[in-house]
């Protein structure tokens, strides 16, 4: 943190920050795919478990009558699909807002002293 911190006097850096948080290529969008994947597994773990749950109830139906001692196979038709959405411009426009910020005041300091050197120039 006080590495990207350090990063922000140069404008160049406030500018890579700001593009790669906006379209979710940089770190922050690595992240964010780590937790909708791992919330995405944890829908799976729990589907897995209630098949397992389900195939034991069958194991116990099929020991007691043996008339269903045909073969039990898993159906997975119902299982989670992982489908990927990106994140909300709103949630990344807040994130980036203070590099934008610097952006800005970047700007203002440049033109006052392109400004400034303008009005100290002597035409003569």
Same mark, same amino acid.
């Given at each position: /943190?006080?590495?990207?911190? *350090?990063?922000?006097?140069?404008?160049? =850096?406030?500018?890579? &920050?700001?593009? $790669?948080?906006? %379209?979710? %290529?940089?770190? $922050? @969008?690595?992240?964010?795919?780590?937790?909708?994947?791992?919330? &995405?597994? =944890?829908?799976? #773990?729990? &589907?897995?478990?209630?098949?397992?749950?389900?195939?034991?109830? @069958?194991? #116990?139906?099929?020991?007691?009558? %043996?008339?269903?001692?045909?073969?039990?196979?898993?159906?997975?038709?119902? $299982?989670?699909?992982?489908?990927?959405?990106?994140?909300?411009?709103? &949630?990344? *426009?807040?994130?980036?807002?203070?590099?934008?910020?610097?952006? @800005?005041?970047?700007?203002?300091?440049?033109?006052?002293?392109?400004?400034?050197?303008? /009005?100290?120039?002597?035409? $003569?």
């Amino acid at each position: /943190m006080l590495a990207k911190s *350090l990063a922000c006097i140069s404008p160049y =850096a406030n500018f890579v &920050y700001v593009a $790669r948080d906006l %379209t979710g %290529t940089g770190l $922050r @969008g690595l992240d964010y795919f780590a937790r909708v994947a791992k919330e &995405y597994d =944890a829908q799976l #773990q729990s &589907y897995k478990g209630e098949k397992e749950d389900e195939f034991k109830k @069958g194991e #116990q139906a099929r020991a007691k009558n %043996t008339a269903l001692k045909k073969a039990f196979s898993w159906d997975l038709s119902d $299982r989670p699909r992982f489908a990927f959405r990106e994140e909300p411009l709103k &949630y990344k *426009l807040g994130e980036v807002l203070p590099y934008w910020g610097i952006l @800005g005041l970047f700007n203002v300091v440049f033109f006052a002293a392109a400004f400034a050197g303008f /009005m100290r120039y002597d035409v $003569r």
